[in-house]
């Protein structure tokens, strides 16, 4: 089945820094890589996503670059700031009409991010 | 605005007894999910639902079980609690289909002892 491996599991930056966090994945079947943020005490909430067609995507200080070939993906965070602190989670999964479980995320286990003022 | 709610944001139970823990969604999902949520091993996947009636084992289904007999309601139980079940419960749904976003509750801290 899928696997998907989350690197590095801390990260410490200085505030205005950028972070990077990677993730690579097993299943080249593959094609929607969501990023998911949890902030302390709190639920995840997706902040960014791709799907396979797609080698990038930005949304204001956070991107997402994939590399099908390679099988892996990376969430950017340009400018850090404290309120970036918290726990990331890349996940992958299929396409829901392949049907039954295989439209599960997988979910990597996880980056827990800080950011020093 | 989704809204994902689960019946207790923390609970306390003794070794053996019978622990429900109640999801409910008002966002009419077709798709809802029981996760545990360790520190180091990421949100591991129960359970799911991709219709009332319907579930499905995840990836570590043993001593749970799951009922789903409303579209918005999905129950996780654990027949007989043991310390090792101790954990972070998140439920998630989502729409079925192509649309992918899931969406979590608050989840649910169970303390067994």
């Known amino acids: 089945g899928e696997n998907v491996e989350q690197h590095p599991s801390t990260l410490s930056v200085q505030e205005g820094d950028s972070a990077v966090i990677k993730c690579t994945y097993s299943?080249?079947?593959?094609?929607?890589f969501p990023w998911y943020k949890q902030e302390l005490g709190k639920r995840p909430q997706l902040i960014i996503d791709?799907?396979?067609?797609?080698g990038e995507k930005k949304d204001q200080r956070i991107a997402v670059t994939l590399n099908k070939t390679a099988k892996h993906f990376s969430l950017h965070i340009t400018e850090t700031q404290p309120e970036d602190s918290a726990v990331y989670f890349c996940?992958?999964?299929?396409?829901?009409?392949?049907?039954?479980?295989?439209?599960?995320?997988?979910f990597g286990k996880g980056t827990k991010l800080s950011v020093k003022p | 605005d989704v809204k994902v709610t689960q019946s207790s944001r923390y609970l306390v139970k003794r070794t053996g007894e019978k622990v429900f823990l109640e999801c409910v969604q008002d966002?009419?999902?077709?798709?809802m999910f029981w996760y545990r949520q360790d520190p180091g091993l990421g949100l591991r996947l129960i359970y799911f639902?991709?219709?009332?009636?319907?579930?499905e084992k995840g990836d570590i289904p043993e001593g749970y079980s799951v009922s789903r007999e409303k579209k918005e309601r999905f129950s996780l139980i654990l027949e007989s609690a043991s310390t090792n079940q101790t954990s972070m419960y998140l439920c998630?749904?989502?729409?079925?289909?192509?649309?992918?976003?899931?969406?979590f509750g608050p989840g649910t801290r169970l303390t067994v002892t």
């Open positions: 966002m009419d999902h077709e798709n």
């Open positions: 639902s991709y219709d009332v009636k319907m579930k």
């Open positions: 996940a992958a999964s299929r396409d829901l009409n392949y049907g039954g479980s295989q439209g599960n995320l997988i």
């Open positions: 299943d080249s079947a593959s094609n929607y």
């Open positions: 998630a749904s989502r729409v079925g289909g192509p649309i992918y976003e899931q969406y």
């Open positions: 791709i799907r396979s067609n797609v």
